[in-house]
């Protein structure tokens, strides 16, 4: 991407955003809100609870545990059926949804799991966001879900949560359900060993905002209409932000910090020189003397950020760093600056040997930090929108 594709890309994408801002909110009122997934699973944890303020008992809960019991009953979306998990109608392996109370469930956010025994045995201490729990004996229901709106499911997570709460629970609940639930119901990374078909895919948006608008209360209450207005809202950013722009949004991003990395790795550096390798989602720093090290960058939905990983092969040489792309620019570049410095004492085994010692100070609009100031001030004046446009691809 040349630098006038994405000053012109980012100047539309600002006008749509602020007119955005102006039709479906007062004063950036949206743009200016922090939707992390701890706000998304607590919002679920009280909607899903039939003591919930929101008055509307066990109307929420039972409509979302019919709708896992349509998605895992649809065959062609290709989920695994077994006796443990819900159903629809009367066809195939499973419980039936309708037969459940549910007066009594419980939602647990971060519900500790045990450590897994067999496949993935070192995968340490884990917290499921949301565990949907009712040990009545006439329901004896369990629902493990990862709210994942921000990043990716890790190699053996979702094994590790299903195979930790099997163990647990085979024996002592009939029905064991599992959601992995993002902002667009896509669906996890698949890893060797791993069965993701045990894990039915929810949206916020296709699944939670249609169970919304179905609620039917006189005396709707502040965090329910708040609820409901935020989804909407985010619905309606997505749906007029087209992939294309969201994908040139990531490639101005990567470009742009990828750029000032190397430019002030360089100037840090007199043996060799640093040079980009551009890729698919990521963007790769070489230098000249050690080809079988690179610095990989790559965007985290989260803030959003940008993490910058040094690998030898394929094993970490350094502690993963990330930059907040929500910074005030001048900030950003400091940030560029300091990081660079850690790269070099990092990267290379006798970093003195490779270090200048005549390097001079640059003012933070010099080269290549000037050139990209756009893309840095871009996102700060919009990270909300753009952290949710990030998770919806």
Not at 9 to 17: C, S, T
Not at 68 to 74: C, F, G, K, L, Q
Not at 273 to 297: D, F, G, Q, T, V
Request: hydrophobic share 35%; glycine share 6%; with cysteine.
């Amino acid at each position: 991407m040349t630098s006038h594709t994405w000053t012109h890309d980012l100047n539309y994408l600002r006008i749509k955003f602020e007119r955005f801002a102006g039709k479906h909110g007062d004063d950036k009122h949206m743009l200016n809100k922090s939707f992390r997934e701890d706000w998304f699973s607590d919002s679920l944890a009280w909607l899903l609870d039939p003591r919930g303020s929101h008055g509307l008992g066990v109307e929420p809960v039972k409509e979302f545990v019919k709708m896992i019991a349509r998605e895992r009953s649809d065959r062609s979306l290709g989920y695994k059926r077994a006796a443990s998990f819900l159903k629809y109608g009367k066809e195939g392996f499973g419980i039936p949804s309708s037969g459940f109370s549910l007066r009594n469930v419980s939602p647990i956010r971060e519900f500790h799991l045990t450590r897994s025994l067999g496949a993935f045995p070192d995968q340490g201490t884990r917290f499921c966001d949301l565990m949907l729990m009712d040990f009545d004996k006439s329901d004896s229901l369990i629902i493990v879900i990862e709210n994942k709106i921000n990043g990716e499911n890790h190699p053996g997570q979702l094994q590790g949560y299903f195979q930790s709460n099997e163990k647990k629970f085979k024996h002592r609940i009939k029905c064991r359900e599992y959601v992995y639930l993002t902002l667009t119901g896509k669906q996890p990374v698949s890893f060797e060993n791993e069965n993701i078909r045990n894990w039915v895919c929810l949206g916020w948006i296709p699944h939670m905002l249609p169970i919304l608008d179905r609620m039917h209360q006189d005396d709707d209450t502040n965090k329910l209409l708040g609820l409901k207005e935020s989804l909407a809202w985010i619905y309606v950013l997505v749906q007029q932000i087209g992939e294309k722009e969201i994908e040139g949004l990531r490639d101005a991003m990567l470009e742009a910090y990828g750029e000032c990395l190397t430019e002030e790795l360089n100037r840090l550096t007199k043996i060799g020189n640093w040079h980009i390798e551009a890729n698919e989602r990521s963007l790769r720093i070489n230098h000249s003397s050690h080809p079988a090290k690179k610095l990989k960058l790559r965007i985290r939905s989260a803030g959003p950020s940008i993490e910058v990983q040094g690998l030898k092969n394929t094993k970490r040489i350094f502690e993963t760093m990330v930059i907040p792309c929500n910074l005030h620019p001048s900030q950003t570049k400091n940030l560029i600056d300091l990081y660079s410095k850690d790269i070099l004492n990092s990267f290379f085994t006798s970093p003195q040997k490779f270090m200048n010692k005549n390097k001079w100070t640059p003012d933070k609009n010099f080269g290549k930090k000037q050139q990209y100031d756009g893309v840095f001030r871009f996102v700060y004046d919009f990270p909300t929108a753009s952290e949710l446009l990030f998770a919806a691809i």
